[in-house]
């Protein structure tokens, strides 16, 4: 070999070895997606969450992130497919999408096509028929999903009555760990394997980490010690415990699923539009805070065992919970404090930031494929496509990354069901053969605005001139949707507008 030659060879031996390494680089950006059960945003309240706080801090958080669907199962499988529920014609628990509707990739899916090995643990997927009883696993995950073994006793009489030593089923259940079955629980379970999966996985492929954590989703059931960390003296009440006369009855929900635990029933609450009396409303109050501490510590936890300098996080909750705003519990309404949710981004190359620019769950799984360099030109989805592989939603990344002050659609779509218009039992969770009515919502940074309309649940449509109710909420004076604007004068053109954005984006 001549000296040329010899040159010429390890000159394409240094450019190759040099490729190798930068596509090894961008293939190895793990993955931290972490799910918190109806977790409501909580950046505003007096409540301290160090962790989120301080992920927050170091990435991006969007302070303005809205659900699709104030339900487990609509709005897990719209923020793991990229899809709204009217694509996916789920409202309820009791259809799977592969199914029904199309072959969609969901956002593990892509990942696990794309060389990641995928996990899942805990509350990622609902559990049940709408993620066809395995969480769509073979399709989302490289190994089975992990569900902690104490979960089976999410419902049972553990919450023991400090006077009479008895055992109930109670929404507000601070308990001893060390008495509970198996002596733990689910999510400390759901740690202790995420950890295990971490520090022992001996693969040189990339991962991306589902963790779903259940608390603080009812029963309220957490460490008691955890109580110490928020004393019920520093809880405030809601400021609105009652629903002002202008808000439209349909858009009220006599959360039933509170209602039935043990320690709430004993309290004789009037059906369908009785409320909470005001001192369990703090105890309410306290004992959510106090599991959503909890969680923050497992958190904490959590992201101590990965390399930062090499993992993109992202951490969110399905939608929020009602606290008695406006005399409602739990999610299952258009309301801010059901649909608006913590998201954080933090990530290589991307710096502390806060964003008020409205986004949604949807737009999660562009954002990650974005952020993980996978791009493929993967297109905007067209009106009832049914492509396997399309975004309904829009990367994040240039909010991230760059200086805009506006960007795509400055608003949050959600919409949610109802059997009726008076408030009946089934009026939180309606199946989809009860649903009569849907209510389509939009969120700008200042407004929402609301309509109630008819729906045909066989043949899916909508019927915008037949209106059981339309709510108009200015948040620069009304954070708490308390005071329904959409007969005042003065906000005739607003309401106009809105009406006119709204139903052009709903398909």
Known sequence: MTTSQLSLFLNISIFLTFCQLCCTEKRNTNILMIVVDDLRHLSDETINLPNLKRLADEGANFKNA???QALCAPSRNSMLTGRRPDTLRLYDFYSYWRHTVGNFTTLPQFFKENGYDTYSIGKVFHPGISSNFTDDYPYSWSEYP??????????????????????????????????????????????????NILTTRNSSRPFLLAVGFYKPHIPIKFPEQYLERVPISRVKPQRHPYMSADIPLVSWHPWSDVRRRDD??????????????????????QSYYAAATYIDDLIGELISYIDRRNTIVVLTSDHGWSLGENGLWAKYSNFDVALK????????????????????????????????????????????????LCFEGKSLKSLMTQDFKEFGNNFALS?????????????????????RIMGYSIRTKRYRYTEWVLFNNTIFTIDWNKLYGLELYD?????????????????????????????????
């Open 264 to 285: 709430i029933a004993r309290l004789n609450i009037s059906f369908p539009l009785g409320t909470m009396p005001l001192d369990w409303s703090i105890k309410i109050r």
């Open 341 to 388: 949710v913590p998201l954080i981004f933090s990530a290589p190359g991307i710096s502390s930031k806060n964003i008020h620019t409205p986004v949604e769950l949807i737009d999660i799984f562009p954002t990650l494929v974005d952020l993980s360099g996978l791009s493929h030109n993967i297109p905007k989805c067209d009106v009832k496509d049914k492509s396997t």
């Open 475 to 507: 948040h620069f004076v009304d954070p708490d949707e308390s005071n329904n604007l959409y007969l005042v004068h003065k906000y005739k053109n607003i309401k106009q507008y809105l009406s006119r954005l709204l139903r052009s984006h709903v398909k």
């Open 66 to 68: 809205f659900a699709q």
């Open 415 to 435: 919409q949610y069901p109802r059997p009726s218009v008076y408030p009946q039992k089934n009026s939180d969770k309606p199946r989809l053969k009860d649903i």
């Open 146 to 195: 992990y569900h902690p073994p104490t979960e089976k006793y999410k419902d049972a009489a553990v919450c023991k009555d400090k006077e009479t030593g008895r055992l109930h089923k109670n929404l507000l259940c601070p308990v001893n760990v060390e008495d509970q079955p198996e002596g733990t629980l689910p999510d400390l379970q759901s740690l202790e394997h995420a950890v």
